[in-house]
């Protein structure tokens, strides 16, 4: 296994069959896609858009997509309360959690759903992942819960709980709907942070900033940011 790359790992039986984990730069919005560098505010002065947010772009494109792996139909009743899916797919595609598991949540009674994943995620040494709903992607179907995994040491699937946003009606989704963004990170930091007030070296460090950013139009895309 090559120790500066993720690896996705499938049931022989859903290779080839089942829509793949790809990159999340292969998943930009339209409207982002469509969104010109600048435009005009009410005035008529030019001014950047969001097309020029750095690290919204960096939120768009770090790491991997996991999709669904077969098409679901749910039927959802009672305000969330009662849900029901069909899938022709050969593997479990649901299942539920306990309403007991999480009867202080927010959206209790409703069922919390568990879509299950057919990959494992294996990251090099030392580097664990977050999975989050797609980042800056609203999602008018699931709201599923993110969560940290240690995938450099528990090679198992990690399955993505979470609710249908309906609370009545058919719900559709589509082999490939984008569940998860798998964003790796390298653990190490110290847990406590140190909180303090600006001193004068900080003062230096930050009008210094500031003066550049007077200077250069867009400092931290043109002369900062490192592309992802």
């Known amino acids: 296994m090559n120790k500066n790359r993720v690896n996705f790992f499938c049931d022989k039986r859903c290779k080839g069959v089942i829509p793949e984990p790809f990159e999340s730069r292969k998943y930009i919005p339209q409207w982002y896609k469509k969104l010109t560098a600048k435009s005009k505010n009410e005035e008529g002065f030019n001014i950047s858009t969001l097309k020029r947010c750095p690290p919204f772009l960096d939120a768009l494109c770090s790491g991997w997509i996991i999709p669904l792996a077969a098409d679901v139909d749910f039927v959802v009743e009672d305000e969330g309360a009662g849900v029901s899916w069909r899938s022709d797919f050969f593997f479990d ?25 057919q990959w494992v995620i294996r990251t090099p040494p030392g580097w664990s992942s977050l999975f989050i709903p797609p980042l800056n ?45 798998v964003i790796p990170f390298k653990r190490g930091l110290e847990k406590s942070a140190n909180i303090s007030v600006l001193g004068k070296k900080e003062m230096k460090l930050l009008e210094k900033t500031r003066d550049r950013r007077s200077s250069i139009l867009s400092l931290y895309r043109d002369k900062l940011w490192e592309p992802k």
């Open 93 to 117: 595609i649901v299942a539920t959690h306990s309403i007991d598991q999480i009867k202080t949540h927010p959206k209790s009674p409703r069922v919390p759903l568990k879509i299950l994943n």
């Open 137 to 181: 992607r609203p999602d008018e179907k699931l709201d599923l819960m993110a969560g940290v995994v240690e995938t450099d040491k528990y090679f198992e699937i990690v399955n993505f709980p979470g609710f249908l946003k309906t609370g009545e009606g058919n719900v559709e989704l589509k082999a490939g709907h984008p569940l998860m963004q």
